[in-house]
């Protein structure tokens, strides 16, 4: 296999892939929408309450983590409807599974939030 060179056409045309997903992602999907408001009361909290640098640091990686989740979870529900729109139990078990991934890190994402915020919330009054 040959191996190809670095092309800066072929990397913005890897982007602009990419960005039309996160479109198609916010078009399609109604959770992307909750994920946007979530993110966007977290980053005002965030800068109201003026966060350390290692607070903002788990804060950011807590909103990725969510989001990365989120939309593979969307591709793989996505990808097993494709497969069979018939009703199959190791389809619903991975469709599960996925958005159990989906549910852990929005878990996650909320007690950094309450570990950051809570405490900061309290000083204040």
Not at 73 to 83: G, L, Q, S
Not at 89 to 99: T, V
């Amino acid at each position: 296999m040959e191996k190809q060179k670095f092309s800066v056409n072929a990397r913005a045309r890897s982007f602009a892939f990419a960005f039309r997903g996160i479109g198609s992602f916010f078009k399609r999907e109604h959770n992307a929408w909750l994920h946007f408001a979530a993110t966007l009361v977290a980053l005002a909290l965030s800068m109201w309450m003026g966060l350390s640098r290692s607070e903002s640091f788990a804060l950011v990686f807590a909103i990725g983590f969510v989001w990365v989740t989120e939309i593979l979870n969307t591709c793989i529900e996505k990808m097993m409807d494709f497969i069979s729109t018939e009703q199959h139990p190791q389809i619903r078990l991975i469709k599960d599974m996925a958005a159990g991934a989906v549910l852990i890190a929005a878990f996650t994402a909320l007690v950094i939030g309450l570990l950051i915020f809570v405490p900061k919330i309290l000083m204040s009054i």
